[in-house]
């Protein structure tokens, strides 16, 4: 478990590095945007023995039909 979260954190990040790159910001910007945003709960991980992604795909499907 401690790997997967060490790599969640990792993605965190060089998430917010990337989105840093993008907006142009100079050293101290980023810095300041880093400590903003990385929160931990935006690494949390929570293990799950489900597989829920075909019930998210059947409501988005749902969701798409109802829409149209």
């Not at 997967?4 to 100079?26: C, D, H």
């Not at 910007?29 to 880093?34: L, Q």
């Not at 489900?50 to 149209?68: H, P």
Request: charged residues 30%; negative net charge.
């Amino acid at each position: 478990m401690d790997f997967l979260e060490n790599l969640i954190i990792i993605n965190n990040m060089i998430t917010l590095q990337n989105l840093a790159k993008e907006k142009n910001l100079n050293e101290e910007e980023t810095e300041f945007f880093t400590q903003k945003y990385n929160k931990d709960n935006n690494s949390l991980f929570t293990p799950c023995k489900q597989y829920k992604i075909d019930e998210y795909r059947a409501a988005i499907d749902k969701y798409n039909q109802s829409s149209s």
